[in-house]
């Protein structure tokens, strides 16, 4: 493989990370559609298992609510020291 090909497996395994279309990227790149379809399963590889919590909140869960901000508001924090 010479330097040229390397750099465009790059490029696609680039745009494949950064969610871009598969038919995107083989125009782009000139690889073939197979190529970046190996190439999309090696960058972003498909687990059920994380497909199927991509969509859960913390109501699925059932473990209650949860704090995402712990830093006080801003009135609040006037007498901490800087």
Not at 32 to 40: A, G, I, N, R, S
Request: glycine share 4%; charged share 35%.
């Amino acid at each position: 493989m010479n330097n040229t090909t390397k750099e465009k497996y790059e490029l696609a395994k680039k745009m494949l990370k950064g969610k871009i279309d598969v038919d995107e990227v083989v125009l782009m790149s000139g690889l073939p559609t197979e190529v970046v379809e190996q190439l999309k399963e090696e960058v972003n590889p498909s687990n059920p298992e994380i497909e199927m919590l991509k969509n859960l909140d913390t109501v699925d869960l059932n473990i209650g609510e949860i704090l995402f901000d712990n830093l006080p508001a801003e009135d609040e924090s006037e007498g901490l020291p800087q």
